[in-house]
T-cell receptor
Framework: EAGVAQSPRYKIIEKRQSVAFWCNPI?????LYWYQQILGQGPKLLIQ????????DSQLPKDRFSAERLKGVDSTLKIQPAKLEDSAVYLC?????????????FGPGTRLTVT | KNQVEQSPQSLIILEGKNCTLQ??????????LRWYKQDTGRGPVSLTI?????NTKSNGRYTATLDADTKQSSLHITASQLSDSASYIC????????????FGTGTRLTVIP
């Protein structure tokens, strides 16, 4: 089966600019996650969707980050305006069932560099 | 304080040698513990998964152990290959509450010829 797809793979922007990332989860996976992984650290959950509803966005910096999952399939994560500390890899993951604890499939990530 | 601590932070070994990576956690109670391999520029890929009642799980040259009493897990890599160069991340899933996973910061393994 096809894996989690993400685009773009790399993005370089200047601070205060806007950027958007796209994720297409594995077909049939109801749960979608966005993680931020800063170099040398483990991934940090930003937001979790169950179908098109938000389950957990407690660690999402809502003043600059937003995410949506229209129609419960693809998702976009936006940063506006970007800061230097937003430089990181943004990972998208999906799982079949949120109760299937831990079985998340990750995409390749989008590496964001803010200059 | 991070609830999942990994050591060492980085490790360099010669090709063909064995190595062991450590994971200490405080997440309790937990549902399962996973080891992920993350190649540079890629997303994490699951290697092993153990429930709280399991002591060991193997996947080819990778063997994970779990001691739920001491809250420690290890990942042993046998006869290392150049392709084993990656970050290895320990991930603990809590038994109840939020669906959040607790990620360690990873061990960066470099295998040299």
């Amino acid at each position: 089966e096809a894996g989690v797809a993400q685009s773009p793979r790399y993005k370089i922007i200047e601070k205060r600019q806007s950027v958007a990332f796209w994720c297409n989860p594995i077909s049939g996976h109801a749960t979608l996650y966005w993680y931020q992984q800063i170099l040398g650290q483990g991934p940090k959950l930003l937001i979790q969707f169950q179908n098109n509803g938000v389950v957990d966005d407690s660690q999402l910096p809502k003043d600059r980050f937003s995410a949506e999952r229209l129609k419960g399939v693809d998702s976009t994560l936006k940063i506006q305006p970007a800061k230097l500390e937003d430089s990181a890899v943004y990972l998208c993951a999906s799982s079949l069932d949120p109760l299937d604890r831990g079985e998340q499939y990750f995409g390749p990530g989008t590496r964001l560099t803010v200059t | 304080k991070n609830q999942v601590e990994q050591s060492p932070q980085s490790l360099i070994i010669l090709e063909g040698k064995n190595c062991t990576l450590q994971c200490n956690y405080t997440v309790s109670p937990f549902s399962n513990l996973r080891w992920y391999k993350q190649d540079t520029g890629r997303g994490p890929v699951s290697l092993t998964i153990m429930t709280f009642s399991e002591n060991t799980k193997s996947n080819g040259r990778y063997t994970a152990t779990l001691d739920a009493d001491t809250k420690q897990s290890s990942l042993h890599i046998t006869a290392s290959q150049l392709s084993d160069s990656a970050s290895y991340i320990c991930v603990v899933t809590p038994q109840t509450g939020a669906n959040n996973l607790f990620f360690g910061t990873g061990t960066r393994l470099t295998v040299i010829p």
